[in-house]
Structures are given as C-alpha cells and as structure tokens.
C-alpha cells in the first residue's frame, strides 16, 4: 500500500488565488480527516469524513475553506481567495473504523504571500 | 469539547537516560490515545497506543501508562538514542456517533543529546 497520498508536496502562491489541495487515502479506509500545523496553533482538526460524507466541520476557519469528497479515494481542501495567515503545512489522513490511529499524509506546505 | 495538554513543550536528555512526556485529558469519555512522533520536514507516525481498558502497554523501549481516575496518560523512553530526537504528540478519542475524531497535545520537542 502506498499510504496516503497528498499533492501537491508545496504550494507558493499569491494571495486572493485559489489553492486546491489533493488527498487519497488508503484503500479501504472509512475516515478522512484534513489537519492544519502551525508552529503558533500546533495540529488542528479541520474536517472529517466518514464513508465520504462530512461529519464535522467545526475547525473549518471561515467560508474561504470547503472540502469535499466525491468518492472513496479522492478528497480535495480548497482555500478561496488565498490569504497569508493560511500559510501552513496542511496534513490529510485516513484510519479504518472507531478507536483507531490515523495514518497521514507526507502534507502540502503552502506557502501564500 | 476533549481539551488534551502536554508537557513539557521542550525536554532534553542525554543519551541512554530514559524521558518521560505527560499527557492530561478533559472529556472522561475518551477511551483511546494514541502516541505519534514526527521528525523534523516529516508527517507524524504512530509509535503506539492505549485504549482505556488497559493501564500500560510496551513496545522495546517505549511504554505507554493510563489512569483513568486521574484522565492523565504518559510516554516512556528508555534508553533513548539520538535517532528519538523528534516533536511526540499525545491524542486522545472516544467512540461517538460521529466516529474517531482525535484531539491533539501541543507537542513536546524532544533531544537526545550525545
């Protein structure tokens, strides 16, 4: 298995762009999550799925973010316009069932300035 | 909503000393906490965890402690090498309706020194 898998590895862009970002978990797996790591706010959940739909959205830090998952391999976060303060690495991560531990991605370091 | 802490933020050692990383949670639902190491430029991974019917696990060096009285959780290294100098995050969960979402520590910065 490859483990998830996430594009792209950077991202430098300028602000008010749109940035999409691109994840497909291991086969089989139930549960999708998109983290966000600062060095100021450490891991922080975004948003979650289970068997492709969006369970919680409480991280999610205004309207400029949407995520969504059309299928069970494939799930896009995108930032809408871009602003500096999104700048972050950006961590997507599967795990198979309840009361387990998540396998992430290698993340997408975004850079926007 | 789960609050995990970690302390401490920094902690250095020397080599073939043993270092312990605590851990405390809110939410006295939560019954699963994993441990995740994440080196420098890379993605965390998971070294091990303990679900809440459990009050220690061992895995070599490391070892995982649980008092669910106290809603406190803590990671020991022994003998620790160079090769564990990494940021380790403590995470708890409990089984909801919704599923597995994992609250995070603030990560402890650790440094084995030769």
């Known amino acids: 298995d490859a483990g998830v898998i996430q594009s792209p590895r950077h991202e430098v862009t300028e602000m008010g762009q749109e940035v999409t970002l691109r994840c497909k978990p291991i086969s089989g797996h139930d549960y999708l999550f998109w983290y966000r790591q600062t060095m100021m706010r450490g891991l922080e959940l975004l948003i979650y799925f289970n068997n492709n739909v969006p369970i919680d959205d409480s991280g999610m830090p205004e309207d400029r973010f949407s995520a969504k998952m059309p299928n069970a391999s494939f799930s896009t976060l995108k930032i809408q316009p871009s602003e500096p303060r999104d700048s972050a690495v950006y961590f997507c991560a599967s795990s198979f069932g309840t009361g387990h531990g998540y396998t992430f991605g290698s993340g997408t370091r975004l850079t926007v300035v | 909503g789960e609050n995990v802490e970690q302390h401490p933020s920094t902690l250095s050692v020397q080599e073939g000393d043993s270092a312990v990383i605590k851990c405390t949670y809110s939410?006295?639902?939560?019954?699963?906490f994993p441990w995740y190491k994440q080196e420098l430029g890379k993605r965390p991974q998971l070294i091990i965890d303990i679900r809440s019917n459990v009050g220690e696990k061992k895995d070599q060096r490391i070892a995982v402690t649980l008092n669910k009285t106290a809603k406190h959780f803590s990671l020991h290294i022994t003998e620790t090498q160079p090769e564990d100098s990494a940021v380790y995050f403590c995470?708890?969960?409990?089984?909801?309706?919704?599923?597995?979402?994992?609250?995070f520590g603030t990560g402890t910065q650790l440094k084995v020194e030769l």
């Open positions: 995470a708890a969960s409990k089984r909801t309706g919704g599923g597995n979402k994992l609250t």
């Open positions: 939410d006295s639902a939560s019954n699963y």
